[in-house]
């Protein structure tokens, strides 16, 4: 059963197609917080450059064990089967 939707002129007035506003007086650098330097330019560069592994120190940190993969084809969905390893890891 359903009812019919009866809405009064105050709430169509007050809030329905009302026109989104946007004050120009503060503008969005305004509300932005102030970032910090935590890390000098060598250190950024540093920071971004990724290490190189090896063949050997690739298998060791990025492999997972027989365990764990055997763990996760018990899982039923494949979101979960991603997930766990990685989490895991």
Known sequence: MSYPVVL???FVVRNAWRKRTFS???PA???LMPRMRILNAAEQAHYDSP???SSVERERF???SRSVLDAAQGLRSPASRIGFPLAFG
Do not use: A, G, Q, Y
Request: glycine residues 0%.
């Open 29 to 31: 650098t305004d509300s």
């Open 51 to 53: 290490p190189v592994f």
């Open 24 to 26: 120009s007086k503060f």
């Open 62 to 64: 990025f492999d997972f």
């Open 8 to 10: 009064s002129t105050t």
